[in-house]
């Protein structure tokens, strides 16, 4: 991951960004989950290309799935990061 996005706030706020390229809504926040935005499958292979691209993290499928907003997302590549280290 690129070190602008070592922080949560500031990956949290890239992955908003995404969210509101890929969704197209501007309204989006760090709570909002893709699938109640109208979400589909192949915007989540999007959103993993995305955040690839800016933010050079390796983020899978799943764990867009599984981390549906921008806030739980950043959390978790947080907490990846981290374990990555030990």
Do not use: C
Request: hydrophobic share 40%; net charge negative.
């Amino acid at each position: 991951m690129k070190a602008e996005y070592e922080n949560e706030a500031d990956r949290t706020a890239a992955l908003i960004e995404i969210w509101r390229e890929v969704l197209g809504p501007e309204n989006l926040d760090e709570n909002s989950d893709l699938f109640e935005a109208g979400g589909t499958s192949m915007q989540v292979l999007q959103i993993v290309g995305r955040v690839s691209e800016v933010m050079e993290a390796d983020v899978r499928l799943r764990q867009v799935f599984e981390h549906a907003t921008p806030k739980s997302l950043s959390v978790f590549l947080g907490a990846s990061k981290l374990q990555s280290q030990r």
